[in-house]
């Protein structure tokens, strides 16, 4: 099972993209779904995450208000709307799947290894 992360690409400082996530139909709707990201010379981080009903979300500070999580059911699909872009939003976007997030109130959202799936990373470039 392989989440398919898109929609990469170079945009100016200030701009905007919207990652999307393919998400296998078996854990669609089951496990809860995140963004995580790796900047150049940086480990892997946190970026985002929303739980199994689409209903709740929840964020890494740095990136509270500028970027939002959605999905749409009927492809299966989960979307990272990221507004205001900055350099050091530059890094490569992985999603990820995991069950027990939301239940975890968000405690498990950064544990890596709570995470089951991972998708292939979209790169995503902010030019200053």
């Known amino acids: 099972v392989q989440l398919q992360a898109s929609g990469g690409g170079l945009v100016q400082d200030g701009g905007s993209l919207r990652l999307s996530c393919k998400v296998p139909?078996?854990?669609?709707?089951?496990?809860?779904v995140a963004w995580f990201r790796q900047a150049p010379g940086k480990e892997r981080e946190f970026v985002g995450a929303?739980?199994?009903?689409?209903?709740?979300?929840y964020f890494t500070n740095s990136v509270r208000g500028r970027f939002t999580i959605s999905r749409d059911v009927a492809s299966n699909t989960m979307y990272l709307q990221m507004n205001s872009l900055n350099p050091q939003d530059t890094g490569i976007y992985y999603c990820?799947?995991?069950?027990?997030?939301?239940?975890?109130?968000?405690?498990?959202?950064?544990?890596?290894?709570?995470?089951?799936?991972w998708g292939q990373g979209t790169l995503v470039t902010v030019s200053s």
């Open positions: 139909e078996r854990i669609f709707g089951i496990l809860d």
């Open positions: 990820a799947a995991a069950d027990g997030l939301y239940a975890s109130r968000w405690s498990k959202a950064r544990i890596q290894s709570e995470y089951k799936y």
């Open positions: 929303i739980d199994w009903s689409g209903l709740s979300t």
